[in-house]
């Protein structure tokens, strides 16, 4: 089945340990896009990618940085995690910016 | 003020009850407005629809939107164990940032057998 695989499903790392999440899609969408959602909160929009072009919100901190090497993978790079960046990570994708976006099962990340 | 407000429950019925789930919101730029339910360990998958004002059904399934009041409502027909979960209601504009999916917190809900 076509869809959206995100490695690892739990992470764990120690406070300023540099930390990669990766997602994957069989979907051959061109937009990527990566969430973070604490708990009992609204996913928030970390970045997106359309194709190459490469879109950061404007809150999301410096710590977080991405990666799409080609249409089927991103990358989530956290440099220096802190206590607060624990959270769900979400991947999703889109055929262009629709309302419809795809989402993979998420990766839960822990800070130690 | 949040763009999106959704109560967060969490909301527990008995099977069979009819389910209310709404949102406010402030931004009267959104256009098209989303319903994604949330299962447990998984990503938020796509409900429901609705672009501009107007009621849509689908199977147990309606969606409400009212601009002018900027409030938008989720029901649940007959409701099933199944359909336990948390209930994301999101919002989108048109162009620029305001196609970036808004969403708000989310109601978890629990249908009792």
């Known amino acids: 089945d076509a869809m959206v695989i995100q490695n690892p499903r739990y992470q764990v790392t120690q406070f300023g340990k540099p930390v990669t999440l990766s997602c994957s899609q069989t979907?051959?969408?061109?937009?990527m896009y990566w969430y973070q959602q604490k708990s009992s909160q609204a996913p928030k929009l970390l970045f997106h990618?359309?194709?190459?072009?490469?879109?950061n919100e404007a809150d999301t901190p410096d710590n977080f940085q991405s990666r799409r090497p080609n249409t089927s993978f991103c990358f989530l790079d956290i440099r220096s995690p802190g206590l607060g960046d624990a959270a769900m990570y979400l991947c999703?994708?889109?055929?262009?910016?629709?309302?419809?976006?795809?989402f993979g099962p998420g990766t839960r990340l822990t800070v130690t | 003020q949040k763009e999106v407000e959704q109560d967060p429950g969490p909301l527990s019925v008995p099977e069979g009850a009819i389910v209310s789930l709404n949102c406010t919101y402030s931004?009267?730029?959104?256009?098209?407005f989303m319903w994604y339910r949330q299962y447990s360990r998984k990503g938020p998958e796509l409900l429901m629809y609705?672009?501009?004002?107007g009621n849509k059904e689908d199977g147990r399934f309606t969606a409400q939107v009212d601009k002018s009041s900027k409030y938008i409502s989720l029901f649940i027909r007959d409701s099933q164990p199944s359909d336990s979960a948390t209930y994301l209601c999101?919002?989108?504009?048109?162009?620029?940032?305001?196609?970036?999916?808004?969403f708000g917190k989310g109601t978890k809900l629990s249908v009792k057998p």
């Open positions: 999703a994708t889109s055929p262009g910016v629709t309302y419809e976006q795809y």
């Open positions: 979907l051959n969408h061109n937009v």
């Open positions: 990618y359309y194709d190459k072009d490469f879109n």
């Open positions: 931004n009267s730029a959104f256009q098209y």
């Open positions: 609705t672009y501009s004002s």
């Open positions: 999101a919002m989108k504009g048109v162009g620029g940032s305001q196609g970036n999916l808004i």
